[in-house]
């Protein structure tokens, strides 16, 4: 049978046309192989320069608006702009005086994307005042760094209480029928020690008034249900100087830049009425120690910067930022000062 005259470019063209097929599927495979052969690559690991490349959480055992949440929320945003615009959310979990969130900040993973925002009550005072404390606060925790410091001071309503300073406020409160009762934002909380503390150093008994929120415990002093609640500075300074509340002393060795106008007890007589709370970023135990050195570094340049001290001091509290050691060392000091000091009240919170 006679064949058709095949034309002479007709091979040369399938087989260019055959070649570049080929080469199309080759570049398609190449391209699609990593994503369907090959495992994604790991996030770098904590304490390398990848750190952080997501959300960290920061959770805080007291409400918003409180002082650990004002800490932590200026904290946050230092923290976000040091990292690049990395997100850092204030997860607040208030309840049972800061236990519930340390017993979830505890069980965390240590990853250094669940950090806690603890103060002392949750860290140094706990393990003394609760027979069955859900968390172990040097054995769950790692510290990173001390952020700040808060004196308080010991507030009463001037529609109610005429004392303008504290040696005539014990007066007053020895003269009260029906005794002194002191507002605390919780029990097991350095108020709270705080007004046993005052009452042992001026020989009377205050008892204790137990709110779940800074709110409420000021609703119950401006309502008469309490004579006198042992505040932050921080929370005590917009009502102070607005003339809604008197501030009779200051615990601290010195006076408050915020309120320089408040004697110390000391300077009043009453030097064994000396106390302070802090606030700092722990981590979940086996946390690894590059990743502590480095958020001890972030966190501590955060609290020191110029802004970040400044906006601290505007708050009422103290910078500080400190190393992981010193901050582990001043937990534990403060265990033991503080142990003394329930151990004395005889309180114990089950």
Not at 56 to 82: C, K, T, Y
Not at 189 to 205: D, R
Not at 296 to 319: C, H, I, N, Y
Request: hydrophobic fraction near 45%; charge should be positive.
């Amino acid at each position: 049978m006679h064949k058709p005259p095949v034309h002479p470019a007709r091979p040369q063209r399938r087989r260019m046309l055959a070649c570049a097929v080929v080469a199309l599927m080759g570049a398609v495979s190449a391209a699609i192989a990593p994503a369907q052969a090959q495992p994604a690559a790991p996030e770098q690991p904590a304490g390398t320069g990848g750190y952080p490349s997501r959300p960290v959480r920061i959770i805080v055992g007291f409400p918003a608006g409180s002082g650990p949440d004002i800490v932590a929320r200026l904290l946050a945003q230092r923290l976000s702009e040091g990292w690049g615009g990395v997100g850092v959310i204030v997860d607040n979990k208030p309840g049972a005086a800061g236990l519930i969130a340390a017993s979830e900040a505890a069980r965390a993973a240590p990853d250094g994307y669940t950090l806690m925002l603890g103060e002392t009550g949750q860290l140094s005072i706990a393990p003394s005042t609760y027979s069955r404390l859900p968390y172990a606060p040097q054995k769950d925790f790692v510290a990173v760094s001390q952020v700040a410091t808060s004196d308080f001071v010991l507030l009463v309503d001037p529609q109610k209480v005429p004392a303008r300073a504290v040696r005539d406020f014990v007066a007053w409160a020895r003269e009260l029928r029906q005794g002194l009762f002191m507002a605390t934002f919780g029990a097991g909380t350095p108020g709270h020690f705080g007004a046993a503390l005052f009452g042992e150093a001026v020989q009377l008994k205050p008892e204790p008034v137990h709110y779940k929120s800074t709110s409420d415990a000021l609703a119950g002093l401006f309502g008469g249900d309490v004579q006198g609640l042992f505040a932050s500075v921080g929370l005590a300074a917009p009502n102070v100087k607005a003339g809604k509340l008197v501030a009779l002393g200051s615990t601290g060795a010195t006076r408050s830049a915020a309120l320089p106008g408040v004697p110390t007890f000391k300077e009043q007589g009453y030097a064994a009425v000396e106390f302070s709370s802090w606030f700092g970023i722990v981590a979940p135990a086996r946390t690894p120690a590059a990743l502590v050195a480095r958020l001890g570094a972030d966190v501590a340049r955060a609290a020191q910067s110029p802004e970040g001290r400044a906006r601290l001091e505007d708050a009422g509290f103290k910078a500080t930022g400190t190393s992981p050691q010193e901050f582990a060392r001043i937990i534990a000091a403060d265990t033991a000062t503080w142990g003394k000091a329930v151990a004395a009240t005889g309180f114990k919170a089950d």
